[in-house]
C-alpha cells in the first residue's frame, strides 16, 4: 500500500527516514567536535575549545554532554590534582567516518558549484 504525502507530513520521520540522523548528527556544532575528535584524537576540553573557532564554553559543554547521552563520544574523568577530563570519539561516532568522508568529497566536487550557481541567483 503506499503512502500518500498527506499521510507523512504529520510525522517528519515517516517523511525522511533519515531525520532523527540529520538532528543527532548534524546540529549546528556537533560535526566539528566530532570531526575534531576523529581527527585529533583524545581531547581535553580546553584542547577542543581552541580547535573549534567560535565556540562558547557553555556551547562546548552542552554539545558534549549531548554527544556523550547519544553514545557518540565518551567523557574520561581522571580523579588526579588538578581533575583532568578527556574526550574521545565512541565507536558509534567512529561508524560515521564513511559518512563524512563522503560529505567531504562531495563538498570538494560540488561546493564550487554552489556558490556559482549562488552567485547566479544573488545576480538576478
Same mark, same amino acid.
Given at each position: 500500500m503506499a503512502v500518500h504525502a498527506t499521510e507523512t507530513s504529520a510525522d517528519p520521520e515517516l517523511a525522511c527516514p533519515i531525520a532523527p540522523v540529520v538532528d543527532i548528527v548534524f546540529s549546528r556544532w556537533t560535526t566539528p567536535i566530532l570531526w575534531t575528535l576523529h581527527t585529533h584524537g583524545r581531547q581535553r576540553f580546553g584542547e577542543l575549545e581552541r580547535r573549534i573557532a567560535h565556540i562558547t564554553p557553555k556551547v562546548l559543554t552542552q554539545r558534549l554532554r549531548q554527544l556523550e547521552r547519544d553514545g557518540l563520544l565518551t567523557r574520561t574523568y581522571h580523579p588526579e590534582v588538578p581533575p583532568r577530563v578527556e574526550y574521545e570519539i565512541s565507536a558509534l561516532g567512529l561508524s560515521l567516518a564513511p559518512l563524512?568522508? +563522503?560529505?567531504?568529497?562531495?563538498?570538494?566536487? +560540488?561546493l564550487p558549484k554552489v556558490e556559482q550557481s549562488r552567485e547566479g541567483y544573488d545576480a538576478r
Open positions: 563524512f568522508a +563522503n560529505l567531504a568529497e562531495w563538498a570538494t566536487a +560540488n
